[in-house]
């Protein structure tokens, strides 16, 4: 299985999927999904689930920031900014429902919740995982749940990294 995304050039994450782009929640923070493309799954797939996370938040939060969480993705193409439009989907809680972020509500947390690295440039890391059904899952998931979840159903995985700057 190999995922590609056209917001992701030369292993930068372009500007507009972050705190630089011009697409925010009510409380500021970045909406703009990122456009993700899946080939060659395995045969049997019934359906694709994603975390994207960034594992360089540790030292300034204590844990991997999530970004993302989806689940039941039964296409291959998700375009830019689908987490915001698409209802075919579910979608699970990202990070900025903690004190670290600020606590905001459910509603806002559950969809793409854009890069804004406070102490330079962080690799991000998106995960997709084939898998052989559909999860019994609710938006509003955790990422625990998911994981639990997906346990002895996932086909293949493959993890696509970009880093996210201040544009130069």
């Known amino acids: 299985m190999i995922v590609t ?3 992701i050039i030369n292993g930068v994450i372009q500007k507009q999927y972050g705190e630089y782009g011009s697409q925010f929640n009510p409380n500021g923070i970045p909406t703009y999904s990122l456009p993700i493309q899946i080939a060659n799954a395995p045969a049997g797939t019934v359906s694709y689930a994603l975390v ?3 594992k360089d938040a540790y030292p300034v939060t204590g844990f991997a920031w999530i970004h993302w969480l989806a689940a039941n993705i039964t296409r291959t193409v998700l375009a830019s ?4 439009t698409a209802t075919d989907f579910v979608q699970g809680q990202n990070s900025w429902f903690s004190i670290q972020g600020g606590n905001q509500s ?4 559950c969809f793409y919740g854009g890069m804004t690295p406070p102490d330079g440039p962080h690799l991000y890391e998106l995960h997709v995982y084939a898998l052989d059904c559909l999860l019994d899952m609710n938006n509003g998931f ?3 749940e998911l994981h639990r979840k997906m346990d002895g159903h996932i086909l293949d995985s493959y993890t696509l990294k970009g ?3 201040r544009p130069t």
């Open 5 to 7: 995304s056209t917001g």
């Open 52 to 54: 994207l996370e960034d």
């Open 163 to 165: 880093v996210y700057q």
């Open 81 to 84: 900014n689908e987490s915001q």
């Open 106 to 109: 459910p509603a806002l947390c």
């Open 142 to 144: 955790l990422l625990n």
